[in-house]
């Protein structure tokens, strides 16, 4: 291989490395916010593994409903819920719009789960 293409190789290799770091964090940021409020109001019924106590708490780790449309885990979060295995508390008036966005992005993306990042902007419309 010519000198001139391993150093476009090698340059390459390191854009995309700065591009991944960038990503990873602008990811961190949103996760770290998202972690510190499970860990506070939610890991202690869902546990910190995201596996829930059967038939008690449900799982959030690899639960298709939290990975699936969004407006669902969002309006839980912000109302609560009463099912026959128990109750989630409301939480629209203790935690504000960025920390419930935060919140449903980490158990989004947490435990190998795999959605999109929830916004701000999205929960607010939720809220009215």
């Known amino acids: 291989m010519a000198k001139s293409n391993i150093v476009m190789l090698s340059v390459g290799s390191l854009i995309l490395g700065v591009l991944a770091?960038?990503?990873?964090?602008?990811?961190?940021?949103?996760?770290?916010?998202g972690e510190k409020v499970y860990a506070a109001r939610c890991a202690a019924c869902h546990r910190q593994n995201g596996q829930g106590l059967p038939n008690v708490f449900p799982a959030l780790a690899k639960n298709s409903f939290v990975t699936g449309d969004r407006q669902g885990v969002i309006q839980?979060?912000?109302?609560?819920?009463?099912?026959?295995?128990?109750?989630?508390?409301?939480?629209k008036a203790i935690l504000n719009d960025q920390e419930i966005a935060a919140v449903v992005t980490y158990i989004r993306q947490a435990w190998e789960n795999q959605a999109e990042a929830v916004t701000p902007e999205q929960v607010a419309a939720q809220r009215r």
């Open 21 to 33: 770091v960038a990503a990873a964090q602008e990811k961190s940021a949103s996760w770290q916010q």
């Open 76 to 91: 839980i979060i912000l109302e609560g819920r009463r099912s026959s295995i128990g109750r989630m508390p409301a939480w």
